[in-house]
Nanobody, 124 residues
Framework: QVQLVESGGGLVQAGGSLRLSCAAS?????????MGWFRQAPGKEREFVAG???????KYADSVKGRFTISRDRGTYTASLQINDLKSEDTAVYYC?????????????????WGQGTQVTVSS
């Protein structure tokens, strides 16, 4: 079992920046080999945002490339998502995810563990 705890959400003005963090605990050696983020905007389906594995390989949704950066601390199984130039369409609940490989944290059906979610609200 892997547990995920997110932090860093909040209310931010458009154009601003925000950093989300996610700490994994439990059986992380396999269960959190890869970590990532999904988001769900009001009235929309949940969508993949970014993923990273222990070796540092990353994958991003096309819609966030250039503004979002995912990183992780290999020693502590903590993953972060830096969001720059926030836009109103970034308003969503952001969920940290974990899984045994990068491919498994990029598709909703294959994610192993979900965090509780953290709200990001962008005001114009």
């Amino acid at each position: 079992q892997v547990q995920l705890v997110e932090s860093g959400g909040g209310l931010v003005q458009a154009g601003g920046s925000l950093r989300l963090s996610c700490a994994a605990s439990g059986r992380t050696n396999y269960g959190a080999y890869a970590m990532g983020w999904f988001r769900q905007a009001p009235g929309k389906e949940r969508e993949f945002v970014a993923g990273i594995n222990r070796m540092g390989a990353t994958k991003y949704a096309d819609s966030v490339k250039g503004r979002f950066t995912i990183s992780r601390d290999r020693g502590t199984y903590t993953a972060s998502l830096q969001i720059n130039d926030l836009k109103s369409e970034d308003t969503a609940v952001y969920y940290c995810v974990a899984g045994g490989e990068l491919a498994k944290v990029t598709q909703e059906w294959s994610v192993g563990t979900w965090g509780q979610g953290t709200q990001v609200t962008v005001s114009s």
